[in-house]
Structures are given as C-alpha cells and as structure tokens.
C-alpha cells in the first residue's frame, strides 16, 4: 500500500477541514498528524520548515512539502486523478476553467467576509474575546452580495461549476459549515432559496459527514 500522505493540524480548522474533505473525495489515504495550537505548535522552528506562516495545514507527500489549503486540494486532485471522485478537478481544460474560476470566487470574494463572520460570530465567543458588531454588520452585508450573486448561478446550474459536484463547491464547506451550525446567520444561505438547495446537497455529501464527525471527535 502507497505510504499515506501527511496531514498537520486540527480537523477544527476550516483550512484543515478543507484538506481532509479533498482527501476523502480522492479517497487517499492519510495521516493526520496533531498540531497543538494553544500550545503554540504551529510557530516552532520544525514547524515553520514546512509551513514557514506558521499556520494548520501542513502537508508532505513522497518529497514534497505543501501549505496553502487550495493548492493542496488542486495537488491532490492532479496527482491522484484516478482514484476517487475522478471528477472533482475536471476532466477537460473547459470544466477546469470553470472549477478554477468558482474556485477564486470562493478564495477572493466569498472567503474574507465569511471568515471574518467565522471568527467574530462562532470562535471570539469560546476565546473569550470581544466581538465587534460594526465589523460584523459589514461583513454581513458583504457575504449578502457575494450570496446574492451565488443564488443566480445556482439557478441556473446544480453547482457552482456545473452539473457536477466539484472543487469550488467543496471548498466552501468549511465556513458555511460553522456559519449555518455554529452561529444565528445560517438563514444567510437558506434564506436563498438556490443557494439552501445547494447547501443541502454539498453538505450531506459522505466525505463532509466525516470530516463534521472528525471535528466532534476533536480527532
Ligand atoms: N490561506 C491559508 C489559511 C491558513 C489559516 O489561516 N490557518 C489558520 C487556521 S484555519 C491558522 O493557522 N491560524 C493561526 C495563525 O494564523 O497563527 C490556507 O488556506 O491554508
């Protein structure tokens, strides 16, 4: 059996998650090795040789060293096209386009004002930290406009891509996971009646379910 492919931080992480529900989808096996955050395992010196920002995740497969969870993911699709969901990156250069728009969209636009809400509204609480209802409210109505944008696409198109479950649907799990279950602005996305349609598809998907259990289990 091929050696398994190398994994650093906690499924708790929306980037970690990320990598691990791509991992699933691919069906490749992996280790998943534990970075203590609180205890500031993330910033040692043998950490930073392989994530030199001093952030979860890291990745090592054969020789190589990754950090970026999209690159990882698109990595992971290419290097292990044939096993799994063979779809998941596109098969021809058109869909690929596609999925890479979708999946900028997702890095560029959806990502800084969802992460921003994941961190005021789901994890300052159990930091004990102070939230901010000015930032809040804008990042609010920034995340409504990219969602507003989201709900035409997905009216006319099952995924953001196309027909096909991909890519730039799965990296959106891990924020819209914890703003619909951690948090009171779930109705952001199922208020949107294409773009609910659509978060119950991605989000019942097996590998998703995992990577939720994993969480639980804090594994
Ligand atoms: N763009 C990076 C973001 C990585 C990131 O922000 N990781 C967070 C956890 S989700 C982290 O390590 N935070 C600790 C820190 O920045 O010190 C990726 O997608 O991998």
Request: glycine residues 6%.
């Amino acid at each position: 059996m091929a050696t398994p492919v190398k994994v650093y931080g906690p499924p708790l992480s929306t980037a970690v998650s990320r990598v691990l529900a791509c991992l699933l989808e691919k069906d490749v096996n992996f280790q998943l090795i534990s970075v203590n955050m609180s205890k500031g395992e993330h910033k040692v010196p043998d950490f930073l040789k392989i994530q030199p920002f001093g952030q979860v995740p890291a990745f090592q497969d054969e020789e190589i060293s990754l950090f970026e969870s999209r690159a990882i993911c698109r990595y992971l699709c290419d290097k292990y096209a044939d096993k799994g969901n063979r779809g998941l990156y596109g098969t021809n250069p058109l869909v690929k386009a596609s999925i890479d728009q979708w999946l900028e969209a997702e890095g560029q636009s959806f990502n800084p004002p969802s992460s921003v809400l994941v961190f005021q509204l789901a994890f300052a609480p159990r930091m004990k930290i102070k939230q901010d209802p000015a930032v809040i409210k804008q990042n609010e109505e920034k995340l409504g406009k990219v969602l507003d944008v989201y709900e035409q696409r997905l009216g006319e198109s099952r995924f953001l891509a196309g027909d096909e479950f991909s890519l730039a649907d799965l990296s959106h799990l891990p924020n819209t996971h914890y703003l619909v279950s951690a948090t009171d602005r779930g109705e952001l996305f199922t208020s949107r009646k294409n773009v609910g349609r659509w978060w119950g598809e991605i989000s019942g998907r097996d590998s998703w379910k995992k990577v939720v259990q994993m969480q639980k289990q804090g594994a």
